[in-house]
């Protein structure tokens, strides 16, 4: 399978605590995107990576949250203290900038449960 | 700021029949992109059918056409020939060139047997 993965797919965690989320992109994409998903909500932007440039950072993305895609392929987001209002699917997705065209496709997602 | 409405959270369509889900979208740009992206439950999102703002005919790609009305900023999906596995949440989202994408809030597609 060539796609977007994203792993682990679910987590447990109590509030105060750190969590990594790992996602792999298809891979000869050079954009990476990480979203964040609440139940009966559409995706919101949280961040995105041109290569291992981080270009572009949404105002919901805050202080306890960090993304890096230190060589341009993977990409983790981290999330420092959890607090309950974390609790969402996150979603990474990928695409291939070239010209004016780009299709975003979508890793499963990771759900998060903070306790 | 770019905003996508879809004013239905929910549908349903009888198999077999064809359905419109609709979405409209705020913009002051004129070149820009628009998708509808399909979830089904627990799976991944995936995309359904793209549109160029520049282009004036309508993407279709096989039972999906799109309706894309610029001037009323308006660009709503039609599900022809609705089959069982059609059923999930759709999405649409918007992007500008080199920018972002904003999704709306979804419309949970039912189809009934």
């Known amino acids: 399978d060539t796609g977007v993965s994203q792993n682990p797919r679910h987590k447990i965690t109590k509030r105060g605590q750190n969590v990594t989320f790992r996602c792999d992109p298809i891979?000869?994409?050079?954009?990476l995107y990480w979203y964040r998903q609440t139940l009966g909500q559409g995706p919101e932007f949280l961040t995105y990576?041109?290569?291992?440039?981080?270009?572009?950072k949404s105002r919901l993305l805050s202080d306890r949250f960090s993304a890096e895609r230190p060589k341009g392929s993977f990409s983790t987001l981290e999330i420092q203290r959890t607090e309950q209002g974390d609790s969402a699917m996150y979603l990474c997705?990928?695409?291939?900038?070239?010209?004016?065209?780009?299709?975003?496709?979508f890793g499963p997602g990771t759900r998060l449960l903070v306790l | 700021a770019q905003t996508v409405t879809q004013s239905q959270p929910e549908m349903s369509v009888q198999e077999a029949e064809t359905v419109t889900l609709s979405c409209t979208y705020d913009t002051s740009e004129s070149d820009y992109y628009l998708f509808w992206y399909k979830q089904p439950p627990s799976r991944q999102m995936i995309l359904v059918i793209r549109?160029?703002?520049?282009?004036?005919q309508n993407a279709t790609e096989n039972r999906f056409s799109v309706n894309f009305q610029k001037a009323a900023k308006s660009f709503s999906l039609k599900i022809s020939d609705s089959q069982l596995g059609d059923a999930a949440m759709y999405f649409c989202a918007y992007r500008r060139t080199g920018n972002q994408f904003y999704f709306g809030t979804g419309t949970s597609l039912t189809v009934i047997p």
């Open positions: 990576f041109q290569n291992e440039a981080q270009l572009e």
């Open positions: 891979s000869e994409h050079n954009r």
């Open positions: 997705a990928s695409s291939l900038a070239r010209q004016s065209q780009e299709t975003q496709y």
């Open positions: 549109q160029e703002a520049y282009k004036q």
